[in-house]
């Protein structure tokens, strides 16, 4: 390995690490704090001192990772019905946005001197807001399922759509006699019909791919219970698609956020999303940091005015345009403040954007430069305005979607299930059937393929990871029920239940008595053995079978239950000291016979309902042997 990649690497990682926490602690948001450390490292600061290249182009490329992953895990919280319900807010405000916001800059643009042409360029170009700066600030300030978080998605989807006809649009703006510029892709010197098919093609690929292919795939890999392998297989489908989207010359962001809309669907959906979670933040760390580093801070001293200018009618435009459409599309004020604030910058593809423009010579070289520090700058002010905003809108911008509103997230689940299994399944169809929103998990591959012949939505995964119940909603939800086979994992997962979220309600199934002890020691609120229930059950069957009443029959039943959920409480401060558990489950065992019987027999001579657990005879210290319930 080149000693220069572990020196890059060594000082972007010292950048990030000192930065992003230091930006954080100020409130000011990791995404400035990565741009800052950019700007640090740059080659117009300490670049030259601590000998980083400054060869940024190949870099950014490998950056913008980043910003695919981030679409393909939007992609994946996005279901086709739930597109169609955003497409008045996709089409609508976002194609609005895109074509008044290009309009209003190419009019600024002519005003400023500039030939109608490269104005109307410019202007489309500046009409794409940044994708990656936008969701991560909006995450930050926990605004993402937000109605202004999900109204600023619905016109980033439209913008990022949008780059596909921009490549197709720009070289028309030439001058006559210009050389058309090289297409974007191994195909760019096909023919255009060539290009167009190859286009549908690699779309359709990847929906089919997806549809048809990938949940064999991840079946296959569940079933060999290598975690590894299954977050490769996920890295494997974005970079393959990255790949194909670029060989066409299509955005890889977008195709991107097919796949991840097709998957969307999968039962694989939850571990897929948490599996690739942190390469997400890593790449997009780097992609910040990477254009902070790119900032030409020369152009910026040469011309500060000029810049400083140019960069404040930008971010005024952009931010008037939006608050007018969204308030049109019903937006309260605040909120449409807080949405053109947010997509008042520059976006990522502005980049490659100027420089093809440039290649097809509708821009010159001296504008392209100025037009890059310019965007450069309003994606780093993203995070302070937005901040600035809501201190002086005096109070946060509302955290909660309307009731009505299509959500960009699934909503907050009532109750988690771990586990769909003979208990599971009981005790998840009872609570859906109840009206309750449930998210079931369920780690065996074998087990979903049976439960969604019959229909069932369940998610795989590994309910005792604490980023998989992140991701399924734990934080929000006001139950967890925990029906696993694995002993030892159904403790850990209590542990980390209660340790995690606190407010969550730990409901879970014990195989035996010490492992009822072991969950409530744990810190489940409420332990019920499996086998106990129907062992009762079947008692009160065969006392019937036997020629007992019914009515008197249940009543014995709920005496024993009763006298045995007393005997579990007394004996809890010892379970874990055989000797004494077992002595004193000896010496309680005839005494809690004679007790149940005497009780059996008033029950008898009275024709009464047993007596409830706080009314019933005072017991001694009572106890029975372990073996004999479970």
Do not use: C
Request: hydrophobic share 50%.
């Amino acid at each position: 390995m080149e000693q220069g990649f572990l020196r890059e690497a060594l000082i972007y990682l010292t950048a990030a690490v000192i930065a992003a926490p230091l930006f954080n602690r100020l409130k000011l948001g990791s995404v400035l704090g990565y741009l800052a450390a950019g700007v640090v490292i740059g080659p117009y600061l300490l670049g030259p001192v601590v000998g980083l290249d400054s060869g940024d182009e190949e870099r950014l490329h490998f950056a913008e990772f980043g910003v695919v992953i981030l679409l393909f895990i939007i992609g994946l919280e996005m279901r086709p019905q739930l597109l169609w319900s955003m497409r008045r807010s996709i089409f609508g405000l976002g194609g609005g946005q895109v074509l008044l916001t290009g309009m209003a800059l190419a009019g600024a643009g002519v005003l400023l001197g500039l030939q109608f042409r490269p104005a109307l360029a410019v202007g489309l170009i500046l009409a794409l807001s940044s994708t990656a700066i936008v969701l991560s600030t909006l995450e930050e300030r926990g605004l993402r399922r937000s109605q202004v978080g999900q109204t600023s998605f619905s016109v980033l989807l439209l913008q990022d759509l949008a780059v596909i006809p921009l490549f197709a649009f720009l070289p028309l703006l030439a001058p006559a006699g210009s050389a058309a510029p090289e297409t974007p892709g191994l195909l760019g010197d096909a023919p255009a019909w060539a290009q167009a098919l190859a286009t549908l093609g690699a779309v359709a690929a990847v929906l089919l791919a997806g549809k048809y292919l990938a949940r064999p795939l991840f079946r296959f890999i569940a079933r060999s219970d290598l975690r590894e392998i299954f977050t490769a297989a996920t890295l494997l489908i974005v970079v393959g698609v990255t790949a194909l989207m670029q060989t066409v010359g299509l955005s890889p962001a977008l195709g991107a956020f097919l796949a991840g809309m097709v998957l969307g669907d999968s039962e694989y959906r939850r571990e897929i999303e948490t599996d690739i979670e942190p390469f997400r933040g890593l790449f997009l760390g780097l992609f910040f940091i990477t254009i902070g580093a790119g900032l030409d801070i020369a152009a910026l001293l040469g011309r500060p005015l000029v810049i400083v200018g140019l960069v404040a009618g930008l971010i005024a435009v952009k931010a008037a345009v939006l608050f007018l459409l969204t308030r049109v599309f019903g937006a309260a004020n605040r909120d449409a403040g807080a949405i053109g604030i947010a997509l008042a910058q520059g976006g990522e593809f502005a980049f490659v954007l100027f420089g093809y423009a440039g290649g097809a010579g509708v821009l010159t070289p001296a504008l392209t430069r100025l037009l890059t520090v310019v965007v450069a700058v309003s994606m780093a002010l993203t995070p302070v305005l937005l901040l600035i905003y809501e201190r002086l809108a005096s109070t946060r911008v509302e955290g909660a979607p309307k009731p009505d509103a299509p959500r960009f997230d699934d909503e907050a689940p009532h109750a988690i299930v771990a586990g769909f299994g003979r208990v599971g399944q009981v005790i998840g169809r009872l609570l859906i059937a109840n009206g309750y929103r449930t998210v079931v998990l369920e780690s065996s591959a074998a087990q979903i393929d049976l439960l969604r012949r019959f229909g069932r939505r369940v998610y795989y995964g590994d309910a005792s990871r604490l980023d998989l119940l992140r991701a399924a909603g734990a934080g929000r939800a006001k139950l967890l029920v925990i029906a696993i086979d694995d002993r030892e994992k159904a403790i850990d997962l209590v542990e980390t239940g209660r340790q995690n979220f606190p407010g969550l309600i730990v409901v879970a199934r014990a195989w035996d008595r010490r492992h009822a002890y072991q969950l409530k020691d744990a810190g489940a609120h409420h332990v019920e053995r499996e086998t106990f229930a129907g062992g009762l059950a079947m008692a009160t069957e065969s006392l019937i079978g036997l020629g007992r009443p019914p009515a008197e029959a249940r009543a014995a039943a709920e005496l024993f239950r009763m006298h045995d959920e007393r005997v579990f409480a007394e004996l809890e401060p010892v379970w874990n000291d055989e000797e004494r558990f077992v002595v004193a489950s000896r010496e309680t065992s005839r005494a809690m016979e004679q007790l149940l019987a005497q009780d059996i027999e008033d029950l008898r001579a009275d024709g009464a309902a047993p007596p409830a657990a706080e009314t019933s005879r005072p017991a001694p210290p009572l106890a029975t042997d372990p073996s004999l319930v479970r």
